[in-house]
């Protein structure tokens, strides 16, 4: 039996749309939702960085492009391609959410959205260890998004992927659009 739903396919498909549209008719039908999306910043028409988003819209830096060359002012820097990952930011306010889930009301279940578990996430093994916790708890059900598979594994996402209880969907343009249309995205939930 699946426990976990994830979406997985190429950047730019609609992941993480799907993942808010499921999460406002979740909601709409007196579902708990909790957790993060992660959202692309844009300025000037540009991508400069992304967000972390809770669903409550709280909204933190995930990663900005680089100003400076060698900026880092004496810190650690991890950095994903051109950009610079805000670990600080992103523990702050992700973090606090995975120490919440476990407070389900008076038993009730809850769905805990996790967008994404990517590489610049995964610079945070605090955030590595909440996620395999919030896998393993029995107050809540993940609806979430991993990378498709590119170059080095990342250990976390193939654990994941390898689950029994997890039940991962690959979207592409035309399914992201078929979802859409159908409402497929609310299949797993029905039994809320």
Sequence with gaps: MYKHVFLTGPPGVGKTTLVQKACEALVSSGVGVEGFYTEEVREGGRRVGFDVVTVTGQRGHL???????????????????????DLPSFENLALPLFRNVG?????????FVIDEIGKMELF?????RSVRQTLDSSSCTILGTIP???????????????????????????????YREKRGYLGQFRSF
């Design 124 to 128: 945070s093994q605090s955030f590595i």
């Design 63 to 85: 990663s900005r492009i680089r100003d400076v060359p060698g900026s880092s002012h004496g810190r650690r820097e991890y950095t994903v391609g051109q950009y610079v990952v």
């Design 148 to 178: 498709i598979p590119k170059g080095k594994p990342l250990g976390l996402v193939e654990e994941v992927r390898s689950r029994r209880d997890v039940k991962l969907f690959t979207v592409s343009k035309n399914t992201s659009r078929l």
């Design 103 to 111: 407070s389900a009301d008076g038993g009730c279940r809850k769905v």
